[in-house]
């Protein structure tokens, strides 16, 4: 099993060209499965029927797994089963059977505009950290980086002259994405000061724009851990994800009225239906400025004061 696994992990890097982090994701799901299968006693993914499926389905209950983290699973899995069952290594694909858990319907944490720009405006800058977390941060939100595509930003992908990046994305899709001149100061000033000392100090070298204490390349923990110490200066009380400056960057655009279609290829969305998550936001906002602003309802509260 662990050399049907492997074979299918290298077609996913070489032939359809996977990331990384979404070939690690696989793996990760597989290997689930294969120590679900041994610990049965089974040892082919051939002897996976329904019946065994249904178990482990019912172990990842018995783990209090989140329905997401469970269709999660069962999408890898399907897709290994598709492979293997088209390299006729078994002789159906069991995982078709399987409908997706139901998930409830959330929409994306974002933080209203006033809240952003005050969130931003509290980090302090004094120190070398301080001035690459402020870098880091409003460029996060004037371009609506992923986390990944943050930590994997180099140099060479940055054009200060133009306020233009080239985003190495998800699923190795690349796009151009704009940033405007508030983010390009503060880069600037990160770029020609604390990142070189914090670089030259322990002897590194390399090209990644965003580095850590230690002049090395800045992890994706290492941004949650940012967010989280920056967030509690400003609301000890409030706990966000890196996601919420992605989510509050595509809410603000479509309040101001951009398109759809452009907020979708400023995100790297390969589906417009993944942008159109936003939209619920924005329904929101306006049933509140309707609320205040709708005449009638203005008459209507004159008319209640009058008969009081």
């Not at 389905?57 to 209090?64: G, P, Y």
């Not at 809410?251 to 942008?275: K, Y």
Request: proline residues 2%.
């Amino acid at each position: 099993m662990d050399e049907l696994r492997n074979e299918f992990l290298d077609y996913l890097e070489i032939q359809k060209g996977y990331s990384d982090l979404t070939i690690a994701s696989y793996r990760r799901e597989i290997d689930d499965f294969i120590t679900f299968m041994r610990k049965e006693g089974y040892e082919s993914f051939s002897d996976a029927n329904y019946q065994v499926i249904r178990g482990y389905l019912i172990d990842l209950d018995h783990r209090k797994l989140t329905h997401s983290t469970i269709n999660h699973k069962l999408s890898a899995l399907r897709s290994f089963y598709k492979y293997l069952y088209r390299d006729e290594q078994v002789d159906d694909n069991p995982f078709k059977l399987m409908s997706s858990l139901k998930t409830p319907q959330r929409n994306p944490d974002f933080l209203y505009l006033e809240d952003m720009l005050d969130y931003l405006d509290s980090i302090d800058t004094t120190g070398l950290l301080g001035l690459r977390n402020k870098a880091m941060l409003e460029l996060m939100y004037a371009s609506g980086l992923r986390c990944s595509e943050v930590v994997n930003l180099t140099l060479d992908c940055v054009d200060l002259n133009q306020n233009m990046m080239l985003i190495h994305g998800k699923g190795n899709k690349d796009r151009y994405v704009p940033f405007h001149d508030v983010a390009k100061e503060w880069l600037t000033a990160y770029l020609e000061s604390a990142r070189k000392e914090l670089m030259s100090a322990q002897h590194e070298r390399h090209d990644y724009v965003f580095v850590n204490a230690r002049g090395r390349q800045l992890t994706n923990r290492g941004v949650q851990d940012i967010v989280n110490r920056t967030m509690a200066l400003y609301d000890p009380i409030r706990k966000i994800h890196p996601h919420t400056i992605r989510h509050s960057f595509a809410t603000h655009l479509l309040d101001a009225g951009m398109d759809l279609r452009v907020i979708q290829e400023l995100l790297g969305h390969e589906n417009l239906s993944t942008t159109q998550v936003y939209t619920h936001v924005t329904k929101e906002k306006l049933q509140q400025i309707y609320a205040q602003a709708c005449p009638r309802k203005s008459l209507d509260e004159v008319l209640q004061k009058e008969e009081k």
